[in-house]
């Protein structure tokens, strides 16, 4: 048991007396005084206030019903529909047998008979109320995580505001701990092994708060969070998580990300607090050079302008705010180059903050779901495109889009891409999918349902970022899909690192194998281009040959 919860549980309670007769009031406070802090009210309007003033922290309230300006079976009825304060146990006060039977019916935890008792059955009676009282508040929330023995969440909550209550004078900080990348842990090394590593983390955070006065829970999957008095806690935090992991994972130091929201607002709900400290720790999420980050005027800046471009989106799009851009593709096995396609790429021309890119806006899309409204409109204006380039050139070029994970669990997806190419008056083996390939790799098996769907139907898919999302060999025989684009982080060592060049000409071995072709991604040079082209690699994407263009331009290349 930590130290706060012993504390907590030989802390003197509160409790009210609400009595009109000064003498009672007296009587009672003498009895309660040695075990419990009393507080007085004389009538029913005099004990909400106190109440209210004291922001319901108080344990028993012992109620009389007959007073003048508010009795008590007003004040009870107040108090009941109160969603914060409702729960506080009452214990009527009463001489009158009826009174006794209508008080209990309508919902109080026990009562007194006047005149007072001996002062030892009062006192039993108060302390069991109170006792039951908070035991089922607390055994509501089933305490602890199964798999670490940290507090689960609920628990979390619930004793936080306890530990506020302690330590009203002292600021705080909120800790949250992060797993980078433990989705590839689970399904690479399997969820046992996934498992060992949570409750690793979790003795790393029980070592820790040895030394530290707080609390700390697993909030769900691989998120935990800790509530301290404040202090100089990260480093030391971090490395005993670490240490506690190293048996078991070999790059332990680099796979925790740890986010401090310090001397956290009182003003601020819990809730909040814990979000400040995750926003904190997801700033840097993928980063791998960093462990450690507050939540501070960076992170509140990032908040503000992300919050603005979620605001400004749906007039972005009635205004035509959004530009797409088109990124040439050539067939390079050939005697020379030819362009085969286009991947539509979408840009975002703000009016106050000027041209942004889409690294900046389309994680924080995805992260909403508001992405599927981006996506539907870029692949309207893509389909009309190569309609538009047909009539002009009489040339028909494909044209791929990107198609986020969130837009495959929209069910209607394959009913909704035929009817945007037939009203651009376009075949759907001429409009080309990009899936990413953790897509795949992170979903359930009716993400690739729907693909083999949209397949049927005619589209070509192209499976984007291969080589970032951990598909196994013998996933790739049973994925749906016509192209393999390569990732960029391939190509780029391609002409410097022998070990990557033998990589990508076994990536091309297995595509052969699988019968389905190869855009290699980001080729901005020539040698990488040459050295492409003799691997037998089929299509090429990269600045060299050109970056990504507006519509008009992109007619140069036809
Ligand atoms: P992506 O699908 O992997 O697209 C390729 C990115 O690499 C593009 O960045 C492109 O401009 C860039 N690129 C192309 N050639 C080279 C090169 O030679 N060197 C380097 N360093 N970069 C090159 P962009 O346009 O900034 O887009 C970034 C990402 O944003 C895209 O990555 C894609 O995931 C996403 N995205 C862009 N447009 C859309 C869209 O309409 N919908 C969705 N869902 N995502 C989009
Ligand atoms: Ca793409
Ligand atoms: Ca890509």
């Known amino acids: 048991m930590s130290d706060f919860v012993k504390k907590r549980l030989n802390k003197k309670r509160r409790v009210l007396i609400v009595d009109d007769e000064e003498i009672n009031r007296l009587l009672l406070q003498n009895i309660l005084a040695q075990d419990y802090d009393v507080m007085l009210a004389s009538n029913g309007e005099e004990a ?69 008792d001996v002062p030892e059955v009062i006192l039993v009676r108060i302390a069991r109320t109170i006792q039951l009282f908070e035991d089922k508040n607390i055994i509501k929330a089933t305490q602890f995580d199964d798999r670490t023995g940290l507090f689960n969440s609920e628990y979390f909550y619930e004793y936080s505001t306890f530990f506020d209550e302690f330590n009203a004078n002292d600021s705080k900080d909120v800790i949250a701990v992060n797993v980078n990348r433990f989705h590839v842990i689970n399904a690479m090394e399997g969820r046992a092994f996934g498992d060992q590593v949570l409750s690793c983390i979790a003795k790393g955070i029980k070592a820790y708060l040895e030394h530290a006065e707080g609390l700390a829970c697993r909030h769900h999957a691989d998120l935990f969070y800790l509530y301290l008095k404040s202090g100089d806690h990260e480093q ?52 791998y050079n960093r462990q450690i980050a507050y939540y501070d005027e960076t992170i509140i800046k990032k908040e503000q302008y992300e919050e603005k471009l979620i ?40 009016p106050e903050l000027g041209m942004i890119s889409p690294g900046v806006f389309i994680p924080l899309f995805e992260n909403n779901g508001l992405i599927s409204k981006v996506d539907r409109y870029v692949w309207k204006v893509a389909a009309l495109q190569v309609a538009r380039w047909r009539d002009t050139f009489g ?29 651009a008056g376009i075949d759907a083996d001429v409009f080309h999918l990009e899936v990413t390939e953790s897509a795949y790799t992170d979903s359930q098996s009716d993400l690739i349902e729907r693909v083999a769907g949209l397949r049927d139907a005619g589209f070509a898919i ?54 389905v072709k190869v855009i290699a991604e980001g080729v901005e040079n020539k040698e990488q281009y040459e050295l492409l082209k003799s691997l037998g690699c089929d299509a090429i994407q990269g600045y060299y040959f050109s970056k990504p263009v507006p519509a008009e331009e992109f007619a140069k290349f036809i």
């Open 48 to 116: 909400l206030e106190i109440i209210h003033r004291e922001n319901g922290k108080i344990s028993l309230i012992l109620l009389d019903l007959m007073m003048p300006v508010m009795d008590g079976f007003d004040f009870f009825e107040i108090l009941k529909k109160d969603p914060d304060y409702g729960k506080i146990p009452v214990i009527v006060l009463t001489s009158d047998k009826e009174a006794e039977v209508k008080s209990l019916n309508l919902g109080v935890a026990d009562f007194i008979p006047k005149p007072y």
């Open 311 to 350: 605001h400004d989106l749906d007039r972005a799009l009635e205004q035509h705010q959004f530009v797409v851009y088109f990124q040439p593709k050539y067939e390079i096995l050939g005697e020379e180059p030819t362009l085969c396609s286009a991947e539509a790429l979408i840009r975002w021309n703000h």
């Open 462 to 515: 192209e499976m984007d970022d291969f080589g970032t999302g951990y598909s196994s060999l013998n996933m790739l025989t049973s994925l749906p899909f016509d192209i393999l684009k390569l990732d960029m982080v391939f190509v780029r060592k391609i002409h410097t690192d022998e070990k990557a060049l033998r990589l990508v000409g076994f990536i091309l071995d297995i595509a052969k194998f699988l019968n």
């Open 395 to 423: 040339k028909i070029i494909p044209v791929s889009v990107n198609v986020s994970r969130v837009d495959m669990l929209s069910r209607g997806l394959t009913e909704e891409m035929k009817g945007i190419v037939k009203d």
């Open 236 to 287: 030391a935090l971090y490395e005993s998580i670490v240490s506690a992991l190293s048996g078991i994972l070999e790059d332990a130091a680099g796979r925790i990300r740890i986010g401090v929201y310090k001397n956290a607002d009182d003003s601020l709900e819990f809730g909040k607090k814990m979000d400040y400290a995750l926003l904190a720790c997801n700033s840097i999420n993928g980063d």
